[in-house]
């Protein structure tokens, strides 16, 4: 069978792609298709890739499958949401989660990650002989449970097309929309910014924790500060988090910023009141509400709560690029529906340090709502002491 596209004729791999091409058609204009070349990052990878896989990703490019599927394309290594770079976080959530019975990549038939949901819950190759024979594993992330299925990918993106194909972790979600794949132009919230580096490199490069330093001071012994592992937080999360965030949590610790702000620190000791704790507590609260500019996490590309007001106003990451470019959302409990987000186009700490020097005042609050009484920053053992 051949079929003409934007590259000319092609011979399509018989059976598995055929199938998903009748329930699921390509785009017609496919956005930012893989055609190759095929030998760079199969020598990245230590392997072949299965024949159907590499049809799709020249077929049908960057998108979403059933509103909620991505599947990798190959890209930069260091860029979200492409196949190489997702294998170390895939790698990490997987070998830090509980009852997983697979070795992860790059061990000798490790799991092979090609796609994510919108949870964040993993699609894997088990990659067992030779790679057109290779099945799928599916990951819920949330019940850290595994499923199996006897097939390749493209078939099981069928079967999911045609509700032949039910995992338990997309239950709920596949009743086949239309179209059941969509482009990722034009969409928000599971797909990345195309550029790798050049859109990071293209903004003014970005102050880190020295930004919040020389405005407030570190306390000379922080309280509960927390100096790693961040593998086992970042692979709760799904993502790893921003070089100043880190800094903060080592340097200054859990405490009171201006008197009436938190922000939420890891810990190895106390499950409760900890940034993954608040994240996930945070993110059940907005997850009720359906008219809502953002996605929040779980979802890939959703927001990331890291603070808290003494007034519940809420501090989140938009977490689109590269981490240490992330942008800084502020949500305002007092404010209407059109007004209640705002963000602001720094990290953490340039955002800190801009409430506590006064170039950044949120909309809706006055400069004498950020002057503390005592110190700007301080650690919460000097409060429970008092």
């Given at each position: ?104 990549w790059p061990d000798p038939d490790g799991l092979l990650n090609v796609g994510l949901t919108e949870f964040n819950d993993r699609l894997f190759w088990l990659p067992r002989g030779d790679p057109s024979d290779w099945t799928i594993v599916v990951w819920d992330r949330a019940l ?240 429970v002491e008092s």
């Open positions: 069978m051949f079929l003409i596209y934007a590259t000319g004729w092609a011979k399509l791999t018989p059976m598995t792609i055929e199938r998903l091409m009748q329930v699921a058609p390509p785009p017609a204009k496919p956005f930012q298709p893989f055609i190759g070349p095929w030998e760079p990052v199969e020598a990245y990878l230590g392997t072949e890739l299965p024949p159907d896989y590499k049809d799709f990703a020249r077929l049908y490019g960057r998108g979403r499958f059933m509103e909620f599927l991505v599947i990798n394309l190959p890209g930069d290594p260091g860029r979200r949401g492409s196949l190489e770079g997702e294998l170390q976080m895939s790698r990490d959530m997987i070998n830090l989660g509980m009852g997983v019975r697979y070795p992860a850290q449970r595994l499923e199996t299925f006897d097939c390749s990918l493209t078939d099981f993106l069928a079967g999911l097309a045609a509700g032949t194909i039910l995992p338990e972790a997309f239950a709920g979600r596949t009743l086949a929309p239309d179209p059941v794949f969509e482009p990722s132009q034009g969409l928000r919230g599971l797909v990345w910014p195309t550029g790798p580096s050049a859109v990071a490199s293209a903004r003014t490069a970005r102050r880190g924790i020295e930004a919040l330093e020389q405005v407030v001071p570190p306390p000379p012994e922080p309280y509960r500060p927390f100096t790693g592992p961040w593998k086992r937080v970042e692979a709760y999360l799904g993502t790893e988090l921003p070089q100043d965030y880190k800094d903060f949590a080592r340097l200054y610790g859990y405490g009171l910023f201006l008197g009436v702000m938190i922000i939420h620190v890891p810990s190895n000791d106390d499950p409760h009141g900890t940034l993954e704790a608040e994240v996930r507590e945070v993110s059940r609260a907005f997850n009720s509400h359906a008219d809502q500019p953002y996605a929040m996490w779980p979802r890939v590309g959703g927001l990331i709560n890291f603070g808290v007001t003494e007034n519940g106003d809420y501090l989140f990451w938009l977490p689109i690029g590269p981490p240490d470019q992330w942008k800084v959302v502020f949500w305002d409990r007092g404010l209407s529906e059109d007004e209640c987000f705002e963000e602001f186009d720094c990290g953490m700490a340039e955002f800190l340090a801009g409430l506590a020097d006064g170039s950044i005042l949120p909309r809706g609050h006055e400069r004498e709502d950020l002057e503390p009484d005592g110190p700007v920053f301080q650690p919460y053992s000097d409060r």
